[in-house]
C-alpha cells in the first residue's frame, strides 16, 4: 500500500514549520542565574584562621597603642573652684560677673616626667554642651568668609543684632561665647612663651574664615558672654575663635591654647598665673588647664590599647574555643545524613 | 480584574456545574465554549437557509428566554445612520485609551495613587513636621530628599509604562477601517478612532476587527464568517458567525443605500464576552440577535473574504476593553508579616522618642535655673532691646517638641528605602522568572508570566496546591483509545505499539491527495471487520457506530495546503478536543467527514463519498447530557444518531435488546473508566417517516415559538431521543502532561499537599489519581459521595474515627522515609463529589471535612462547581495560616484562583480567562515544580533576609543617633551629618541589599530539585520570624553599642570637633553593615562584589564631598580625621568588635545546629551531590535489612 508515503507525509503534517518568533528565553548565563560565582562557607579552618589573624593583628596594636599612651606626660589642673570667691553658687555667680573684682589665680604645678617639646597647652571644660541643638546652630558660615555678607545673620538668633539693630559680626551663639581664659607661664623667673600661632586647622584659616572680615559690634549687647575681639584683625586670624566656632562633639572637651617650645624637666615647677574670666559657674561647668606632650596616637588615652588587647584576646580565645568544639564534635561538612529527613525520619 | 474575571465565571458556573455533573466529555466541552461561540449549531433542514437563523438563535446558551430585553434599558443603534443613534446616550468614538495619564493629569494623578500607600503618609506626615522652623531638624531639601526620590523613581516607571501605552494607543487608533458614506453608498478609508456607533463597516479576510459589530452580510451565501479570537480568549479554534438571512440579501452598499436600514436594540455595553442581546428591526420585522451575530473587537476574519457590519458598541465601550484591567492585587505574606515587625519596630521608635523627651525634660528641670546664662543655651534674646524668651516656652513645651523632633530625627526605624528596594527585587526576580528557559513551553510558544508583581515570595511558602484535573494535569488533548462495539471490546489499537499503515486512509481526490491531519492507531481486527463486507451483525453495527461518530458532532473540516502541493491535509476544526478526537478516529477507520456545509455532510464512508443530510440537531443540555442529530442518508433513511454519557443513554435505550450485550458494553465502559478514560455511548434510531414528520412538526413549532423555546427544544429532543440501539461506546485518553507524576511526587517530598478539584465523574478522577501517581495502591481511600446531610454527617465521623486509629498505629520509619511525608500516620486518601460537598460546606460539617482532609494526604474532590472549588480552597485559608496555591486553566477555575493566596493560570487549550485572572501564567503543570522549588525558595529567602537585613541596618543608624543625643542634653543634635543621615538608607546601603535580593542563591537549581524537602524551610518560616527579627535587633543594638562607644571613648576629653567624630562614625556604621551584609551573602558574583565594595566607596566619595563644602560647619573634617592613627584603629576596632558575635553565634549556629540548607551548602559546595545519593540509598538498604 501507500505505506512510505503515508509515514512520510504524516510525518511531514507533524512536525510544524519552525516558528519565526520564538518566544523562548535567549540563553544566557546570567538570565538563568548561572554566573559563575564563589560560594564561601565557615569551614572549621576558616573559622580559626580568621580569629587568629585577628589575634595575632589586635595584640600588637594594642600593645603599641598602650606604650604610646604611657609615653604621653599629662599635667591636668582643674583651677574652676580654686580660682573663684564664695561658697553658693549664686555667690559665685556674682562674683564671676563683677567686671571690678580682680579674676587673676595663681597656681602651681609640678612636671611628674620630662617633657619634650611640643608642650600642647589645652583648656578642658566639663559639662559645656557646645553640641546643644540651639548652640550648634547659631551661626553663620557665609558671614564668617563674606565681607559683602556682614549683614547676613540668619540663623543666629538669639545674636543677631545688637539692641540698636546693627548686626553682629560673628553672629551667633557660638561666637558670642568665646572663652576667655587666659594664662601665662613661668618657671622661676624665666616666663614660658606661649606660641597661639597656628592652633586652628589651616583650611579653616584659608576657606571658612574671610582674611578681609572684620569683627563689628561684638560683645556689645547688653549680656557679655565670653571674650570680645580686636576689630582690627581679620577672622581668618582670630585662631582662638576659629578653635573655638569648631564645636566640640561631646560635653567634656579640650581646645588648644597654645603650644610651649621647649622642654620642661621632671620635679621643675611652673607658675601659672589665670585670668579667670570665663563664667561657667552658672551651670556648674568645670574648667581645667591641661599641658600635654603627643604621641601618634594623639593625647594619653589608655582606651585603645585596652579595647585591642581586649578584643585580640578574645579573638585568641574563641579561636581556642572552636578548635575544642571541632574536635570534641567533629561534623563531617555536607554529609546528607545530617539532613533532617533523613537523621529523623519520623518526624520533625 | 477581580470584579471582572468573577462576572465571567459566574456566568460559566451553571454551564460547569452541566459539564461536570455530565460525564459526557464531548458534548461538555462543547457546551463548556457553546457560550463562548455558539457556532456549532449547524443543524440542516430541507430548507436550511431559511430554518436556520430561528433555530441558531434559539439554541444560543444564553439565550434570551429568561433576559427580556427591557426598552429602557437598551442601546438603539440606526444602521447606517450614526448621528440618529439613541439620543438619549452619548456613544463614544471608536478610539482607545489604555494609558492612564495625560501630559496634564500626570502629576496630581500619579501623586495621589503612590500616596495610597500608608507609610507613604508617615514620611510625608514627617516632612511636613519637619518644616515647621520649630522642628526643624533636617534642612528642608534634605528631609524631604528621600520621600522626593522614592516618588520619582515610582512616577518615572509610571510614566514610561504609560508612554507605552500612549504609543500603542497611537497606533491602534489610527489603523485605517472602511466605513461605509451614506452619501455615496461606498466604503471609505477612516481611521478607527472615527468610527462611531451606527456606522456600516467593511472588513476584509485576516483584517483586525476594529469595534463590536452585529454581521450584516458576508462573502459566503449562507452568511457565515469564521474568526479567530487569539487575542480575546486565546483560543486559537475559528469560531463560526452569522449575518441573519434579513439582512443578507440586501446588504448596505452601492447596490442598497442605507436610507431604509433597520433599527438595532441590543444591551447596554458589557464585559460578558460570551454573551450579547438584541433585535434588529429590518422592513418591519422584528429578529433577535445573539451572541452569534457579533464579532468583537479583538478578533480577526479568517477564511471569509469580507463581511459587512454594523458597529454597535465602540472604543471603550467594546467588550474586549470593558475586560481588560490589571492584574489582581494581592499581598505576600511575608509583607503582612512585615506589618507587623513594622508596627514592633514604631513601637521601639516611640520608646527612643518618649526616653528622649523624657530625658529632656528632666534635664531641663534640673536646670532650670542654669539656664538663664549658660552661654550654650541662653534662654533669654535680648537682641530686640526687650527681654524676652528665646525659642523656649515652658518645660511642657520643650519635651513635646523634643518628642516630635526625635521622630524626625529617628524616622529611618521604619525604612522607607525598603518598600522601593523591595519592588526592585521583586521586578528583579520576575525578570529572572519570566526569562528561566526551564519555565519556558515549547508546545505554545509561552513564556512564564508575571502577572502579580507583589507575591513573589508566597511562590516559596506553599502548603496546600488546588489543581484543576482537565487542561491542568492534563493535556486536554484527547485520543481515541477503545471501542466497545455491541459489548465486544477493541483495544487492539491501545496496546499495538506498531504504528498500522492500514488505518490511513488516503482520499484521492482527481490529482489531490486528502489525509486528516491526526491518525489514530487502529486496531486490526475492527479494521478488518469493517472493510469485510459480509454482512454480519457485528459489521453492520460496527459501520454504524463509525458512522455516528462521524456525523454527530459539529466539527468543521478544513482543508489545509501542505508543503507537497499535491496532498492536503483536512484539518477538524471544532470546539471540543473529544469531538475532534472521535471524528480523527472514524476517519482511520474509514469514515472521513470531508465536507460540512449549512445543510448536509460529505462523508467518505471507506472509499465511497456519500452525502448526508442533516435535518436536525439537538444540542447538549445538562438535563439530557447527551446530543443528538438526525440524517438522512443516500439510501433515503432517516437516522437518529444520539451520543452521550452512559448514565443519560442507558435510561432510554430500547427494552428488548439482549440484557447480555447491554451488561458487556458497561463491564467495558468500567474497565475503560478505570484506565482512566473518558467513556461515552453511543446510540441511533431509525425513524420512520412519520415519527420524522411529527418531530419535524414539533420541531418547527418549538423553534418559532416566542417563550422559552430552549425548553420546548429540549422536551422535542427528549421526545425523540428514546429506544435507542445502543451501537458501542468509545473510551478517550485524555493525556497526562508531561511530567505530571514526576512533579507530583516532588511536591509531596516538598511536603505540599496535591489537591485535586475536577468537574469529572469519581472513577475518571480516581484513575487519573492513580495514573498520575497522586494516588497509590498503599492508600487507604476514604470515598464520601452521599444525598443527605445525615448521610455525609456519618461519613465524615467514620472517617474521623478511622483516621484516630491510624494515628495511634505505631508509624512505620522506612516508608516515611521514602515517601518523605514525614508524617506519622498510614497515608490516607480522601475522594469526595460536589454533591456531598453541597452539604458539607458553608455547614457545620465544615469543621469535620477540614479535620478528616488535612489529615489525609491527598484529597480529590470530583463533580465540583467552580464556586464550590474556591469553597475548598478557603476552607484551608481559613483555618489555617498556611498558604494555598491554585493552579487551573479554564474559566470555571477563575473563582478558585482568585481564592488562593497564589492562583496560577495555565496558558493551554482553554480560553485566557484563568490566566486573566491569575497572578502567574505558565505553559505547564510540571513547571510548578522549578517554579516552587527554585524560584520560590530563592525569592522567599531573598526577600527575607532583605525585609530583616533592612531592618537591622536602620536599626543600627537610629541606635547610633539615639546614643548621641544622650550626650547632648537630649537636644537632637547628630553629630552625622544631616545629608549622610538622608543619605544613609537611600545611597549608602541600598544598592547591596538590593543585588543580594535579586541575585543571591542559597543553594544550586540542581540540589533545590534534587532535594525537594529542602523546600520545607520556606513553610516553617525559618527565614523570617520573630526569633530571627529579635535576634537581628539584638545584633543590631550591639553594633551601635560598638561604633558609638568605641569611638565614644577613644575621643572622650579630646580635642575632636563634631563633624569629624560624624564622619567616623558614619563611615564605621556604613562599613559595618556592608560587612554584615558581606558575611551572610552565599554566592559572591562580581556584580555583588561591585556593589558591597562599591557602595562603601561611594560613601567615602559623598563623605568627602559634603566636607568640601565650606559653608557646612563640618568642612575638610573628614581630610583632618583621616590623618590620624586613630581614626584607622577606631574604624577598625568597630568593625571587629561589632561583627564578633555575629560572625562567631553564625559559625558555631552552622556547625553545631546546621540547618538542611546550611548542609545542602555544604554538598553544594563540595560536590558530593553523587555521593550523598549513593549514601541515602545505602541507608535505605540497610534500614531494610534491619
Redesign the interface.
Known amino acids: 500500500?501507500?505505506?512510505s508515503?503515508?509515514?512520510t507525509?504524516?510525518g511531514?503534517?507533524?512536525v510544524p514549520a519552525p516558528?519565526r518568533n520564538?518566544?523562548?528565553?535567549?540563553?544566557s548565563r546570567f538570565?538563568?542565574?548561572e554566573?559563575?560565582?564563589?560560594?564561601?562557607?565557615?569551614t572549621?579552618r576558616w573559622?580559626i584562621t580568621?580569629f587568629t589573624l585577628?589575634g595575632v593583628i589586635?595584640v600588637p596594636?594594642g600593645v603599641a597603642?598602650l606604650m604610646a599612651s604611657n609615653k604621653v606626660v599629662e599635667i591636668v589642673y582643674r583651677y574652676d573652684a580654686v580660682c573663684i570667691h564664695g561658697n553658693t553658687k549664686d555667690e559665685k555667680?556674682a562674683y564671676i560677673q563683677n567686671a571690678n573684682t580682680s579674676k587673676t589665680c595663681i597656681i602651681t604645678l609640678t612636671v611628674p616626667k620630662d617633657m619634650d617639646q611640643p608642650i600642647y597647652v589645652?583648656y578642658?571644660l566639663d559639662n559645656?554642651?557646645?553640641?546643644?541643638?540651639?548652640?550648634?546652630k547659631s551661626?553663620n558660615?557665609?558671614q564668617l568668609?563674606d565681607s559683602d555678607k556682614a549683614n547676613d545673620t540668619s540663623g543666629c538668633?538669639?545674636?543677631?543684632?545688637?539692641?540698636?539693630g546693627s548686626p553682629i559680626l560673628p553672629c551667633g551663639?557660638i561666637a558670642?561665647?568665646l572663652f576667655n581664659d587666659t594664662y601665662s607661664f613661668s618657671i622661676g623667673n624665666q616666663n614660658l612663651t606661649v606660641n597661639k600661632v597656628g592652633i586652628s586647622?589651616k583650611?579653616?584659616r584659608d576657606?571658612?574664615f574671610g582674611d578681609n572680615v572684620f569683627p563689628r559690634n561684638f560683645q556689645n549687647?547688653?549680656?557679655k558672654?565670653?571674650a570680645s575681639l580686636n576689630e582690627s584683625i581679620p577672622l581668618s586670624q582670630q585662631e582662638d575663635l576659629i578653635v573655638w566656632m569648631?564645636?566640640?562633639?561631646?560635653?567634656?572637651?579640650?581646645?588648644?591654647y597654645g603650644k610651649i617650645e621647649q622642654n620642661l624637666r621632671v620635679n621643675e615647677t611652673i607658675t601659672v598665673i589665670i585670668q579667670n574670666y570665663y563664667?561657667t559657674y552658672?551651670?556648674?561647668g568645670k574648667k581645667k588647664l591641661v599641658l600635654s606632650t603627643s604621641s601618634?596616637?594623639?593625647?594619653k588615652?589608655d582606651?585603645?590599647g585596652i579595647?585591642?588587647l581586649t578584643?585580640g584576646g578574645?579573638?585568641f580565645f574563641?579561636a581556642t574555643a572552636?578548635t575544642v568544639?571541632?574536635l570534641v564534635?567533629p561534623?563531617k561538612?555536607?554529609?546528607?545524613?545530617?539532613?533532617?529527613?533523613?537523621r529523623n525520619?519520623?518526624?520533625? | 480584574m477581580a470584579g471582572d474575571g468573577l462576572t465571567i465565571s459566574r456566568e460559566e458556573e451553571e454551564e460547569e456545574e452541566e459539564r461536570s455533573l455530565a460525564p459526557l466529555p464531548s458534548s461538555g466541552r462543547h457546551h463548556r465554549r457553546k457560550s463562548s461561540a455558539s457556532a456549532a449549531s449547524r443543524d440542516g433542514f430541507p430548507n436550511p437557509a431559511h430554518v436556520r437563523h430561528l433555530s441558531r438563535t434559539e439554541t444560543e446558551r444564553l439565550a434570551s428566554s429568561q433576559r427580556e430585553l427591557a426598552d429602557s434599558n437598551s442601546r438603539i443603534v440606526f444602521i447606517g445612520d450614526p448621528g440618529g443613534s439613541d439620543p438619549r446616550f452619548e456613544t463614544p468614538r471608536n478610539s482607545i485609551r489604555t494609558a492612564k495619564y495625560s501630559p496634564i493629569t500626570f502629576l496630581p494623578r500619579n501623586l495621589f495613587e503612590q500616596f495610597r500607600r500608608l507609610s507613604y503618609i508617615y514620611f510625608l506626615a514627617i516632612v511636613i513636621l519637619n518644616q515647621l522652623p520649630q522642628l526643624a531638624v533636617f534642612g528642608r531639601g534634605a528631609s524631604a530628599l528621600p520621600l522626593a526620590f522614592v516618588l520619582l523613581v515610582t512616577a518615572v516607571k509610571d510614566a514610561y509604562e504609560d508612554w507605552r501605552r500612549h504609543r500603542s494607543d497611537r497606533i491602534e487608533n489610527n489603523r485605517a477601517a472602511s466605513v461605509l458614506d451614506p452619501q455615496s453608498g461606498r466604503f471609505l478609508s477612516k481611521r478607527w478612532k472615527e468610527v462611531r456607533v451606527g456606522e456600516v463597516l467593511k472588513v476584509l479576510a485576516n483584517e483586525s476587527i476594529p469595534c463590536d459589530m452585529v454581521l450584516l452580510a458576508t462573502s459566503d451565501p449562507t452568511g457565515v464568517a469564521y474568526i479567530q479570537t487569539i487575542n480575546l480568549d486565546g483560543e486559537s479554534n475559528l469560531k463560526t458567525r452569522y449575518a441573519k438571512q434579513e439582512t443578507m440579501s440586501r446588504p448596505p452598499g452601492e447596490d442598497h443605500p442605507v436610507d431604509s436600514a433597520g433599527v438595532i436594540r441590543c444591551e447596554q455595553p458589557n464585559r460578558n464576552i460570551y454573551g450579547f442581546l438584541g433585535n434588529m428591526e429590518v422592513d418591519g420585522k422584528r429578529v433577535s440577535l445573539g451572541p452569534a451575530n457579533i464579532i468583537l473587537r479583538g478578533c480577526e476574519l479568517k477564511n471569509t473574504a469580507w463581511v459587512i457590519g454594523v458597529a454597535v458598541y465602540t472604543g471603550s465601550e467594546t467588550k474586549v476593553m470593558l475586560n481588560s484591567s490589571g492584574a489582581p492585587s494581592k499581598r505576600s505574606r511575608l509583607e503582612t508579616r512585615m506589618n507587623r515587625e513594622t508596627l514592633l519596630l514604631s513601637a521601639i521608635l516611640i520608646a527612643l522618642c518618649s526616653v528622649v523627651a523624657i530625658c529632656n525634660g528632666i534635664w531641663l528641670g534640673n536646670?532650670s535655673d542654669?539656664?538663664?546664662?549658660?552661654?550654650?543655651?541662653?534662654k533669654?534674646?535680648?537682641?530686640?532691646?526687650d527681654d524676652k524668651k528665646?525659642?523656649y516656652s515652658g518645660i511642657g513645651t520643650q519635651v513635646f517638641f523634643a518628642f516630635l523632633m526625635s521622630v524626625i530625627v529617628f524616622q529611618i526605624m521604619i525604612p522607607i528605602s525598603l518598600y522601593i528596594s523591595m519592588e526592585l527585587v521583586r521586578l528583579g526576580q520576575a525578570?529572572?522568572m519570566?526569562?528561566?528557559?526551564n519555565l519556558?513551553d515549547?508546545s505554545s510558544?509561552?513564556?512564564f508570566q508575571c502577572r502579580a508583581l507583589n507575591i513573589n515570595e508566597d511562590l516559596g511558602q506553599i502548603k496546600y496546591v488546588f489543581s484543576d484535573k482537565t487542561g491542568t494535569l492534563t493535556e486536554n488533548k484527547m485520543e481515541f483509545q477503545c471501542a466497545s462495539i455491541r459489548g465486544v471490546d477493541y483495544s487492539g489499537g491501545r496496546v499495538s505499539s506498531r504504528?498500522n499503515?492500514?488505518a490511513?486512509y488516503?482520499l484521492a481526490a482527481g490529482k489531490q491527495?486528502l489525509?486528516p491531519?491526526?491518525?489514530v492507531k487502529t486496531d486490526p481486527e475492527l479494521v478488518r471487520l469493517l472493510k469485510n463486507k459480509g454482512d454480519t451483525e457485528q459489521g453492520k453495527r460496527a459501520r454504524e457506530f463509525f458512522l455516528a461518530l462521524a456525523c454527530c458532532n459539529t466539527i468543521v473540516p478544513l482543508v489545509v495546503d501542505?508543503?507537497?502541493p499535491k496532498?492536503k491535509?483536512i484539518d477538524y476544526q471544532g470546539e471540543s478536543p473529544d469531538e475532534q478526537a472521535l471524528a480523527y478516529a472514524a476517519a482511520s477507520y474509514g469514515f472521513v467527514l470531508i465536507e460540512r456545509t449549512s445543510g448536509h455532510i460529505i462523508i467518505d464512508v471507506l472509499g465511497n463519498r456519500q452525502r448526508y443530510d442533516v435535518l436536525g440537531l439537538h444540542e447538549f443540555d445538562s438535563d439530557r447530557k447527551r446530543m443528538s442529530v438526525i440524517v438522512c442518508g443516500p439510501d433515503k433513511t432517516i437516522n437518529l444518531f444520539v451520543k452521550g454519557a452512559d448514565n443519560s443513554m442507558f435510561g432510554i435505550i430500547q427494552n428488548k435488546v439482549d440484557l447480555s450485550m447491554i451488561d458487556a458494553t458497561k463491564a467495558n465502559l468500567h474497565a475503560y473508566s478505570s484506565l482512566g478514560l473518558r467513556t461515552l455511548v453511543v446510540g441511533m434510531r431509525e425513524l420512520s417517516r412519520k415519527e420524522f414528520e411529527e418531530w419535524q412538526s414539533a420541531y418547527e413549532n418549538a423553534n418559532t415559538s416566542l417563550m422559552g423555546r430552549g425548553k420546548l427544544l429540549r422536551a422535542v429532543a427528549s421526545n425523540v431521543e428514546r429506544e435507542l440501539h445502543i451501537l458501542g461506546a468509545s473510551g478517550i485518553e485524555d493525556k497526562l502532561q508531561e511530567g505530571v507524576p514526576e512533579a507530583i511526587e516532588s511536591m509531596r517530598q516538598a511536603g505540599i499537599k496535591v489537591w485535586v478539584l475536577t468537574g469529572d465523574k469519581q472513577e475518571t478522577a480516581i484513575s487519573i489519581g492513580f495514573s498520575c501517581k497522586l494516588l497509590t495502591e498503599a492508600m487507604t481511600q476514604i470515598v464520601i459521595n452521599c444525598n443527605s446531610e445525615e448521610s455525609c454527617r456519618n461519613k465524615l465521623q467514620d472517617a474521623v474515627a478511622m483516621y484516630r486509629k491510624f494515628a495511634v498505629i505505631s508509624?512505620d520509619?522506612?516508608e516515611?522515609?521514602l515517601t518523605?511525608t514525614?508524617?506519622?500516620k498510614v497515608s490516607m486518601a480522601l475522594i469526595i463529589d460536589g454533591i456531598s460537598l453541597v452539604y458539607i460546606l458553608k455547614t457545620k460539617l465544615e469543621e469535620e471535612l477540614f479535620k478528616v482532609a488535612t489529615a489525609c494526604d491527598v484529597v480529590l474532590c470530583c463533580r465540583v462547581a467552580p464556586l464550590q472549588k474556591a469553597g475548598i480552597v478557603s476552607l484551608i485559608k481559613s483555618r489555617t495560616d498556611d498558604m494555598t496555591l491554585a493552579i487551573g486553566d479554564g474559566a470555571n477555575d477563575v473563582s478558585m484562583i482568585q481564592t488562593a493566596d497564589v492562583g496560577i493560570g495555565i496558558s493551554g487549550q482553554e480560553g485566557r480567562q484563568a490566566v486573566m485572572a491569575s497572578d502567574f501564567a505558565m505553559g505547564q503543570f510540571r513547571f510548578l515544580v522549578p517554579l516552587l522549588l527554585v524560584h520560590g525558595h530563592w525569592n522567599y529567602q531573598r526577600m527575607a533576609y532583605m525585609i530583616l537585613y533592612n531592618f537591622y541596618r536602620n536599626a543600627v543608624f537610629v541606635f547610633i543617633l539615639f546614643w548621641y543625643v544622650l550626650?547632648?542634653?537630649y537636644?537632637?543634635?547628630t553629630?552625622i551629618t544631616e545629608w549622610s543621615t538622608v543619605l544613609y538608607s537611600i545611597v549608602y546601603t541600598a544598592l547591596p541589599t538590593i543585588v543580594v535580593g535579586v541575585?543571591d542563591?542559597d543553594l544550586s537549581?540542581k540540589t533545590l530539585m534534587k532535594?525537594p524537602?529542602l523546600y520545607r524551610s520556606g513553610q516553617r518560616d525559618e527565614r523570617y520570624n520573630l526569633k530571627l527579627f529579635t535576634l537581628t535587633m539584638m545584633d543590631a543594638v550591639w553594633q551601635s553599642v560598638a561604633t558609638f562607644y568605641?569611638p565614644?571613648?577613644?575621643?572622650?576629653?579630646?580635642?575632636?570637633?563634631?563633624?569629624?567624630?560624624?564622619d567616623l562614625w558614619i563611615l564605621a556604621v556604613v562599613i559595618l553593615v556592608n560587612i554584615h551584609l558581606a558575611t551572610d551573602?552565599?554566592?559572591?558574583?562580581?556584580?555583588t562584589h561591585v556593589a558591597v565594595w562599591g557602595c562603601i566607596g561611594a560613601t567615602l566619595i559623598c563623605v568627602i564631598i559634603i566636607d568640601c563644602i565650606?559653608?557646612?560647619?563640618g568642612?575638610?573634617a573628614i581630610?583632618?580625621i583621616m590623618g590620624?592613627?586613630?581614626f584607622w584603629?577606631?574604624l577598625l576596632?568597630v568593625i571587629?568588635?561589632g561583627m564578633?558575635p555575629h560572625?562567631?553565634v553564625?559559625?558555631?549556629k552552622?556547625?553545631?545546629m546546621?540547618s538542611?540548607i546550611q548542609?545542602?551548602?555544604?554538598?553544594?559546595?563540595?560536590r558530593?551531590i553523587n555521593a550523598?545519593t549513593m549514601?541515602?540509598q545505602m541507608?535505605r538498604f540497610s534500614m531494610l535489612q534491619l
Open positions: 500500500m501507500n505505506n508515503a503515508a509515514s507525509s504524516s511531514s503534517g507533524d516558528r520564538s518566544n523562548r528565553p535567549k540563553y538570565t538563568q542565574q554566573l559563575p560565582a564563589c560560594k564561601p562557607i565557615l572549621p573559622v580568621v585577628i589586635f596594636i597603642a555667680v589645652y578642658q559645656f554642651y557646645q553640641n546643644h541643638r540651639r548652640y550648634v551661626r558660615d557665609a568668609k538668633d538669639p545674636e543677631k543684632t545688637t539692641p540698636d551663639l558670642w561665647s586647622w583650611s579653616d576657606h571658612k549687647g547688653t549680656m558672654g565670653g569648631r564645636t566640640a562633639a561631646l560635653p567634656t572637651f579640650r581646645k588648644p563664667n552658672s551651670f556648674s601618634w596616637l594623639g593625647g588615652n582606651f585603645t579595647a585591642y578584643i578574645l579573638c574563641l572552636f568544639v571541632y564534635k561534623r561538612l555536607g554529609d546528607p545524613s545530617y539532613l533532617s529527613w533523613n525520619p519520623s518526624g520533625h | 536646670h542654669d539656664l538663664e546664662l549658660a552661654q550654650f543655651f541662653r533669654r534674646d535680648y537682641s530686640d532691646g528665646y525659642n525578570y529572572f519570566v526569562r528561566d528557559a519556558y515549547e510558544n509561552s513564556r504504528d499503515g492500514e490511513h488516503i491527495i489525509k491531519k491526526m491518525s501542505t508543503s507537497d496532498q491535509l508509624p520509619p522506612f516515611n522515609a518523605g514525614g508524617s506519622t550626650y547632648t542634653a537636644t537632637l543634635t553629630a541575585l542563591k537549581r532535594y524537602q568605641i565614644y571613648l577613644a575621643y572622650r576629653q579630646s580635642t575632636v570637633d563634631v563633624s569629624s567624630l560624624g551573602v552565599f554566592r559572591w558574583y562580581w556584580i565650606w559653608t557646612l560647619p568642612y575638610w581630610f583632618k590620624t592613627g586613630l584603629l577606631c576596632g571587629v568588635a564578633l560572625f562567631s553564625k559559625a558555631l552552622e556547625y553545631l546546621p538542611d548542609i545542602a551548602r555544604e554538598m553544594d559546595k563540595f558530593r550523598a549514601e541515602i541507608n
